[in-house]
């Protein structure tokens, strides 16, 4: 009996869930079942499920190296020892506060940066949700830039989101505010007499 899952497992990022499917061969060849070895442990966040399933979402960097044990269904057993890599998860470093606008004028333009993950380039979307708009006017490109021409005042908040190529994402809120047209009041002095 023996585990056949290789060492090192797939990388992992906090922020994100993980899941792998352990595997093994011989013995009984039915009822496997899974567990930490005595006096080891699954890197924090994650646990191991009696079925071989190492899941949940990673809390600390590190490189972590862990022994489980598989048990057949006459107590034949096989262990293992396993390492991994568990990299940052996505932060997005642009404060929640982007350049005021002005309505009818471009604006000055900001783009949105993030690091962690499994590097850039990110994906950046937004999705219209209660609460979350661009201001009229503006647009989001997937590579993090905000342009255009603001067609209304007012303060703007939006929910934008950062993902990286296997999916990490982080999700961040900013305010845009956009300062409406000047306009001009003037009243007539002149009178008759």
């Known amino acids: 009996m023996s585990i056949t899952t290789a060492s090192p ?12 499917t352990l595997a093994a061969t011989g013995g009984s ?7 930490m070895a005595s006096g080891s442990s699954a890197p924090a966040g994650l646990t191991l499920s009696p079925a071989g399933v190492l899941s949940g979402t990673p809390t600390t960097v590190g490189t972590p190296s862990f ?7 006459v107590s034949n057993t ?3 020892t396993f390492s991994m890599t568990i990299s940052a998860g996505i932060t997005i470093t642009t404060a929640g506060t982007l350049p005021a606008g002005y309505q009818g004028t471009v604006y000055p333009g900001a783009t949105l940066a993030a690091t962690g993950g ?3 380039p990110y994906t950046w979307t937004w999705a219209a949700a209660s609460g979350s708009s661009l201001p009229p006017g503006l ?12 067609t209304a005042g007012g303060s703007f908040s939006v929910v934008i989101t950062a993902k990286d ?4 994402a982080a999700s961040g809120t900013f305010s845009i505010p956009v ?15």
């Open 9 to 20: 497992l797939p990388i992992a990022y906090t922020k994100s869930a993980y899941s792998q």
């Open 29 to 35: 060849g039915t009822g496997y079942t899974w567990t």
């Open 67 to 73: 022994t489980v044990k598989v048990t057949d269904s």
């Open 78 to 80: 096989a262990t293992a």
């Open 118 to 120: 499994n590097g850039g």
């Open 139 to 150: 647009v989001l490109s997937a590579t993090g830039a905000i342009s255009g021409t603001p």
């Open 165 to 168: 190529s296997v999916n990490n």
């Open 179 to 193: 300062e409406a047209t000047l306009a001009v009041a003037t009243t007539d002095s002149k009178s008759g007499t």
